[in-house]
C-alpha cells in the first residue's frame, strides 16, 4: 500500500533577533510527533499488527532521538537555503498522540505536518513481527547559503499552549516539557549555485554497496576521520537488510556512532538490495501476486523531493525468483529520484529500476532537468545511479538496467556533457577515461563505480585485459571516493582505499594492510565544458 507523504507545513515565529545572527546558537529540533497507518502489504506473506502488538509504552530502555541525520533540502538559491533533519524515536517510549515536537533553530520555529511522521511494520515466516521507530523528517527553511548552525534534537510533552505561548516559556517550564533529547550537533548548509565557500575547495565522499560488514564499519571509520567532507553520495544497497529491517538499525546505528552522520548531508540512490525484495533464505512470498517495494527507503530517509513518492504494488512478473527486479517497477518520485544543487555543482540522482524509457516520467523529468542546468552558475554536473552505464567486470554486464541505460541515458549524458555518472551495484572499484559510446572521448563523462564500500570486493574481470576506456580496475580493495571541486575547470577526483579483500577472505585483514588513509588513484579531471578552450598541462587556478 502507498504511503502518503504530505507535504510539511511549516510555521515560522521570528523575534527581533534574525536567523542569521544566531549562527552557531543552539537550536533545538523536533517534530510534530503523529502516526502514519502501517502498512498492510509488504514483500513477505503479511501479518497485519494490531495496536496490541506495538512495544508497550515505556519499555524503552533508552528513549531519546536517535539515527539523526541530514539531506539537502529543496530550497537552495543565492539567497536562502534549507536542510531536512531526519531522526527517530521507538514506539516504545511514547504514545505520539501526547508527544509533540518542533525545528528550532535561533528564534526560528518550525512545525512539522503531524500526518507526515512514519512508521511500518513486516512479518515474515522465519522472523518475529518486526514494527519499526517512529521517522521524523523536517525541513528547515530560511537558512542563509554557506553558513553553520546548531541543532538539537528533541521530544515534548504534547500541551495546548500555542507555538508562541512555547516561545515566551522561560527555561524551567520548557525543561519540565522535554521527555527526551539528543546530542547538539552542527552542519553547514551547501554554498549558494555558483559560489564557493571562502578560501578552500569543495569535497563530496562517494561510496557504494555499504552494508554493516567489517569492510563497512572500517570504511565508515575512515570517513569519519575524514573532516572535510561537505557531502555524501552514496550510490544504493545501503544496508543489505534483504527484508530483514532489524538490520536497517543496525546499519543506522553503525553510521550514528560517528560524528558525520549527523553533520554531513547524505544523498542516495535506490539500489536493488533496497528494495527489500530479496529473501536471504529461499524464494520471496507475496500477496495476492504482487510486492511492496522501498517500504523501509522511503520511510527512513527524506531527499529533496519533486513530489511524494508514488509506490504500487509490484507484479511477481517483475522479478527472478530470487527477488532480483528483471524489469521496471511501479515507484516514481519521492526517493527514487530528484536533484540538488551544492554551489557550483548540480546533481541528478536517478532510479535504475523506475522506467527511463523515452516518454516515461522519469525520462521526462531528466529531460527538463538537464535541459534547466545554468552551467556559467553550475559548471559542474554529475550524475548519481546505481547501476552503471559501463563495467569491466563480469557481474551484472549484459543487465538491462545497464544496457537499456547505455542506448537511451547515455546520448543524453553526451550532449549535455555531464562530468561524471557515478554507480555501484558492482562489488569493485572502476574509473574510465572521459568517454562516450564505448569510445574514449574528451568531451564524455568519465564514469566510476565505487560499488566496493563494504559489502564485498571481488567481482571478477569480464577479461583480462581492461576495455581500452578503462583507466582504473580493481576487486581486491574496499574503500570510498572523493570528488574535489576547485574551481570551474578542474576538480581532482580520489580513491581512498580503507580495506584488503585477501584470497579467501572472510571478514579478516591482511596483515600486510596499512590501516592508514591511503590513496590508490588519484587524478586531475578538466570539466569537459571547456577541454576544447584549454591545454590539459595548464596551470590550475583555484577558485579560492
Same mark, same amino acid.
Given at each position: 500500500?502507498?504511503?502518503?507523504?504530505?507535504?510539511?507545513?511549516?510555521?515560522?515565529?521570528?523575534?527581533?533577533?534574525?536567523?542569521? @545572527?544566531?549562527? %552557531?546558537?543552539? /537550536? *533545538?529540533?523536533?517534530?510534530? &510527533?503523529?502516526?502514519? +497507518?502501517?502498512?498492510?502489504?509488504? !514483500?513477505?506473506?503479511?501479518?497485519?499488527?494490531?495496536?496490541?502488538?506495538?512495544?508497550?509504552?515505556?519499555?524503552?530502555?533508552?528513549?531519546?532521538?536517535?539515527?539523526?541525520?541530514?539531506?539537502?533540502?529543496?530550497?537552495?538559491?543565492?539567497?536562502?537555503?534549507?536542510?531536512?533533519? @531526519?531522526?527517530? %524515536?521507538?514506539? /516504545? *517510549?511514547?504514545?505520539?498522540? &501526547?508527544?509533540?515536537? +518542533?525545528?528550532?533553530?535561533?528564534? !526560528?520555529?518550525?512545525?512539522?505536518?503531524?500526518?507526515?511522521?512514519?512508521?511500518?511494520?513486516?512479518?515474515?515466516?522465519?522472523?518475529?513481527?518486526?514494527?519499526?521507530?517512529?521517522?521524523?523528517?523536517?525541513?528547515?527553511?530560511?537558512?542563509?547559503?554557506?553558513?553553520?548552525?546548531?541543532?538539537?534534537?528533541?521530544?515534548?510533552?504534547?500541551?495546548?499552549?500555542?507555538?508562541?505561548?512555547?516561545?515566551?516559556?522561560?527555561?524551567? !517550564?520548557?525543561?519540565?516539557?522535554?521527555?527526551?533529547?539528543?546530542?547538539?550537533?552542527?552542519?553547514?548548509?551547501?554554498?549558494?549555485?555558483?559560489?564557493?565557500?571562502?578560501?578552500?575547495?569543495?569535497?563530496?565522499?562517494?561510496?557504494?554497496?555499504?552494508?554493516?560488514?567489517?569492510?563497512?564499519?572500517?570504511?565508515?571509520?575512515?570517513?569519519?576521520?575524514?573532516?572535510?567532507?561537505?557531502?555524501?553520495?552514496?550510490?544504493?544497497?545501503?544496508?543489505?537488510?534483504?527484508?530483514?529491517?532489524?538490520?536497517?538499525?543496525?546499519?543506522?546505528?553503525?553510521?550514528?556512532?560517528?560524528?558525520?552522520?549527523?553533520?554531513?548531508?547524505?544523498?542516495?540512490?535506490?539500489?536493488?538490495?533496497?528494495?527489500?525484495?530479496?529473501?536471504?533464505?529461499?524464494?520471496?512470498?507475496?500477496?495476492?501476486?504482487?510486492?511492496?517495494?522501498?517500504?523501509?527507503?522511503?520511510?527512513?530517509?527524506?531527499?529533496?523531493?519533486?513530489?511524494?513518492?508514488?509506490?504500487?504494488?509490484?507484479?511477481?512478473?517483475?522479478?527472478?525468483?530470487?527477488?532480483?527486479?528483471?524489469?521496471?517497477?511501479?515507484?516514481?518520485?519521492?526517493?527514487?529520484?530528484?536533484?540538488?544543487?551544492?554551489?557550483?555543482?548540480?546533481?541528478?540522482?536517478?532510479?535504475?529500476?523506475?522506467?527511463?524509457?523515452?516518454?516515461?516520467?522519469?525520462?521526462?523529468?531528466?529531460?527538463?532537468?538537464?535541459?534547466?542546468?545554468?552551467?556559467?552558475?553550475?559548471?559542474?554536473?554529475?550524475?548519481?545511479?546505481?547501476?552503471?552505464?559501463?563495467?569491466?567486470?563480469?557481474?551484472?554486464?549484459?543487465?538491462?538496467?545497464?544496457?537499456?541505460?547505455?542506448?537511451?541515458?547515455?546520448?543524453?549524458?553526451?550532449?549535455?556533457?555531464?562530468?561524471?555518472?557515478?554507480?555501484?551495484?558492482?562489488?569493485?572499484?572502476?574509473?574510465?577515461?572521459?568517454?562516450?559510446?564505448?569510445?574514449?572521448?574528451?568531451?564524455?563523462?568519465?564514469?566510476?563505480?565505487?560499488?566496493?564500500?563494504?559489502?564485498?570486493?571481488?567481482?571478477?574481470?569480464?577479461?583480462?585485459?581492461?576495455?581500452?576506456?578503462?583507466?582504473?580496475?580493481?576487486?581486491?580493495?574496499?574503500?570510498?571516493?572523493?570528488?574535489?571541486?576547485?574551481?570551474?575547470?578542474?576538480?581532482?577526483?580520489?580513491?581512498?582505499?580503507?580495506?584488503?579483500?585477501?584470497?579467501?577472505?572472510?571478514?579478516?585483514?591482511?596483515?600486510?594492510?596499512?590501516?592508514?588513509?591511503?590513496?590508490?588513484?588519484?587524478?586531475?579531471?578538466?570539466?569537459?565544458?571547456?577541454?576544447?578552450?584549454?591545454?590539459?598541462?595548464?596551470?590550475?587556478?583555484?577558485?579560492?
Amino acid at each position: 500500500m502507498e504511503q502518503k507523504h504530505h507535504n510539511i507545513i511549516r510555521t515560522m515565529i521570528r523575534r527581533r533577533t534574525t536567523l542569521a @545572527s544566531t549562527l %552557531i546558537q543552539l /537550536a *533545538c529540533c523536533v517534530v510534530i &510527533s503523529s502516526h502514519v +497507518a502501517p502498512s498492510n502489504h509488504n !514483500v513477505q506473506r503479511e501479518v497485519i499488527l494490531q495496536p496490541e502488538d506495538r512495544p508497550p509504552v515505556g519499555t524503552a530502555q533508552v528513549c531519546r532521538p536517535r539515527h539523526v541525520h541530514l539531506s539537502i533540502g529543496r530550497t537552495q538559491n543565492t539567497t536562502h537555503s534549507s536542510m531536512t533533519v @531526519s531522526f527517530s %524515536i521507538s514506539p /516504545a *517510549c511514547i504514545d505520539e498522540t &501526547s508527544a509533540v515536537g +518542533a525545528v528550532r533553530v535561533g528564534d !526560528v520555529m518550525i512545525e512539522g505536518d503531524p500526518n507526515d511522521v512514519v512508521s511500518y511494520n513486516a512479518s515474515r515466516s522465519d522472523h518475529n513481527h518486526y514494527y519499526s521507530d517512529l521517522y521524523y523528517h523536517i525541513e528547515i527553511d530560511d537558512l542563509q547559503p554557506g553558513r553553520k548552525y546548531s541543532y538539537q534534537c528533541l521530544l515534548l510533552q504534547k500541551e495546548e499552549s500555542s507555538i508562541q505561548q512555547y516561545l515566551r516559556q522561560d527555561r524551567e !517550564v520548557l525543561n519540565e516539557r522535554i521527555i527526551s533529547r539528543s546530542n547538539i550537533s552542527t552542519f553547514h548548509t551547501p554554498p549558494a549555485p555558483g559560489q564557493w565557500p571562502q578560501d578552500r575547495s569543495i569535497k563530496f565522499a562517494v561510496m557504494g554497496d555499504l552494508a554493516t560488514k567489517p569492510h563497512s564499519r572500517e570504511t565508515i571509520w575512515h570517513l569519519d576521520r575524514d573532516k572535510s567532507i561537505d557531502c555524501i553520495l552514496l550510490a544504493g544497497d545501503i544496508s543489505y537488510a534483504n527484508n530483514h529491517h532489524h538490520i536497517w538499525d543496525e546499519w543506522m546505528d553503525m553510521m550514528s556512532a560517528h560524528d558525520f552522520f549527523s553533520s554531513t548531508p547524505v544523498q542516495i540512490a535506490l539500489g536493488n538490495h533496497d528494495l527489500d525484495t530479496v529473501h536471504r533464505s529461499g524464494p520471496i512470498e507475496a500477496i495476492d501476486g504482487s510486492l511492496e517495494i522501498g517500504l523501509a527507503y522511503e520511510s527512513r530517509f527524506r531527499m529533496p523531493q519533486i513530489q511524494p513518492p508514488v509506490r504500487e504494488l509490484a507484479s511477481l512478473n517483475l522479478f527472478r525468483r530470487n527477488g532480483q527486479p528483471n524489469d521496471f517497477l511501479p515507484y516514481e518520485f519521492g526517493n527514487a529520484y530528484y536533484s540538488f544543487t551544492f554551489g557550483p555543482s548540480k546533481h541528478i540522482v536517478l532510479s535504475s529500476y523506475t522506467s527511463f524509457r523515452e516518454g516515461s516520467l522519469q525520462y521526462e523529468w531528466l529531460l527538463s532537468e538537464l535541459q534547466s542546468v545554468d552551467r556559467s552558475a553550475t559548471p559542474w554536473l554529475i550524475v548519481m545511479l546505481h547501476c552503471p552505464l559501463y563495467t569491466t567486470f563480469q557481474t551484472h554486464h549484459k543487465e538491462m538496467f545497464t544496457t537499456e541505460a547505455q542506448a537511451i541515458l547515455e546520448p543524453l549524458f553526451v550532449e549535455y556533457t555531464v562530468n561524471f555518472v557515478v554507480a555501484g551495484h558492482i562489488h569493485a572499484y572502476m574509473r574510465t577515461h572521459p568517454m562516450a559510446f564505448s569510445r574514449r572521448d574528451p568531451r564524455g563523462p568519465v564514469h566510476i563505480i565505487q560499488g566496493n564500500g563494504g559489502r564485498q570486493a571481488n567481482d571478477l574481470y569480464y577479461s583480462d585485459a581492461a576495455e581500452e576506456w578503462v583507466d582504473v580496475r580493481d576487486h581486491s580493495m574496499y574503500g570510498y571516493g572523493k570528488l574535489e571541486l576547485f574551481n570551474n575547470t578542474h576538480a581532482m577526483w580520489k580513491w581512498v582505499k580503507t580495506g584488503f579483500n585477501a584470497e579467501g577472505e572472510g571478514g579478516i585483514h591482511d596483515q600486510r594492510f596499512d590501516a592508514d588513509l591511503n590513496l590508490h588513484d588519484e587524478i586531475w579531471i578538466t570539466n569537459q565544458l571547456y577541454v576544447e578552450e584549454m591545454g590539459v598541462n595548464e596551470n590550475v587556478e583555484l577558485a579560492f
